[in-house]
């Protein structure tokens, strides 16, 4: 089954009331998990930080990238009755950390199940082994990587996970934990992989979901999708090439003002997403070739038997202008037709009759 994310983000614009209403629609439509973003803004970026181009084009440009997210900033016991209301709603708390200090208050407050670490992130190796230490599972997303960027990064977390508190000397102990037995073996364990298109909103042309089955032939990990693409296609597209996750914006209004409404699918496209999933789950089936419950029942009248093309006396020789093939397949298969070319007939046939050995 296909874990999917409700990711609200800081799409709930500062408010923990409009939070709060987030986690309740999640639930209600059959998301597995809610995540949000955790970070002390001050910690997380420069005074003087432009923002990305898509922040300026959903909130203009009159204030800094800093002065945007202290506005979208929740505090510690905002996310601590969030956790709580998630779960009494059923749903599963997630957050993503983006500095040191939130990444210690997930783990050790809130104790959340796993950890995801964003595609801006996947350089910060100091960071990644951080979350490597916690022995927590781990989701990282691949947004703006090849395949290089990602080995190293999964070399670091590698790292991190066999080797609890010591700090690597170089890089290089990176590449020699990544390539050891027991690396790959940890990272199996604990790490999905995201592939990810980090444009808001991702265009059509550029999802390339071809690069799910790439990941997965590489890394041989479980693989998922954080999609920023407009609509439910390319989420569903995935699933279909057999990705474990998937992760998709959400919002209660896409004219709301913040950075990720109008990028992010509404309540009803969010429900629309999940159930065709669930769907496409059911559909996918165990890949084993069989004939179904529901097909049996057709065989009988859509096969065909051999029978008897005219009138035929017991001892003629079957040739083949005496037997034709017509439905239903109640009677010999075809399939042996030429073993009856040659043969004595056993009995008196008339014409349509099946044919029996």
């Not at 990544?178 to 992989?193: D, P, Q």
């Not at 990990?221 to 990705?243: M, T």
């Not at 056993?346 to 050995?357: A, G, M, P, R, T």
Request: aromatic fraction near 8%.
């Amino acid at each position: 089954m296909v874990y999917i994310i409700a990711e609200a983000g800081v799409n709930h614009d500062g408010s923990i009331e409009q939070a709060y209403k987030m986690v309740e629609v999640a639930s209600d439509i059959g998301a597995n998990a809610i995540k949000f973003q955790t970070f002390k803004t001050d910690n997380l970026v420069v005074r003087n930080a432009e923002k990305a181009q898509y922040q300026k084009d959903s909130t203009g440009i009159d204030e800094t990238q800093y002065e945007m997210l202290k506005g979208l900033e929740l505090s510690f016991e905002n996310f601590r009755e969030l956790a709580r209301y998630s779960n009494n709603c059923d749903i599963n708390f997630l957050s993503t950390a983006f500095d040191s200090e939130s990444l210690k208050f997930l783990v050790e407050n809130l104790e959340v199940c796993r950890l995801k670490i964003p595609s801006g992130e996947i350089t910060n190796a100091p960071f990644l082994i951080q979350h490597a230490w916690t022995g927590k599972d781990i989701i990282l997303s691949t947004g703006m990587c090849d395949l290089c960027d990602i080995e190293t990064a999964l070399g670091a977390i590698a790292y991190g996970l066999l080797n609890k508190s010591a700090h690597p000397d170089g890089s290089d102990d990176f590449l020699h934990a990544y390539y050891s037995e027991a690396g790959r073996r940890a990272l199996k364990e604990k790490v999905t992989l995201l592939h990810c298109t980090s444009e808001y909103p991702a265009p059509s042309n550029e999802m390339n979901i071809r690069v799910i089955d790439s990941l997965s032939s590489c890394f041989g990990l479980d693989i998922g999708l954080s999609d920023h693409s407009n609509g439910i296609n390319a989420a569903l597209c995935a699933v279909s090439r057999g990705v474990t996750m998937i992760e998709k914006h959400f919002t209660l209004d896409k004219n709301l003002k913040g950075p990720d409404h109008s990028s992010s699918l509404d309540p009803t496209e969010l429900q629309s997403m999940i159930s065709s999933i669930k769907e496409i789950n059911v559909m996918l089936g165990d890949g084993v070739k069989r004939p179904t419950q529901s097909e049996l029942k057709n065989r009988v009248s859509t096969r065909k038997s051999i029978v008897a093309a005219k009138e035929i006396l017991k001892g003629e020789i079957l040739t083949e202008d005496k037997l034709t093939v017509k439905r239903p397949g109640n009677g010999l298969s075809p399939i042996y037709f030429w073993n009856l070319i040659g043969t004595s007939a056993n009995q008196n046939y008339e014409k349509d009759s099946l044919i029996v050995l």
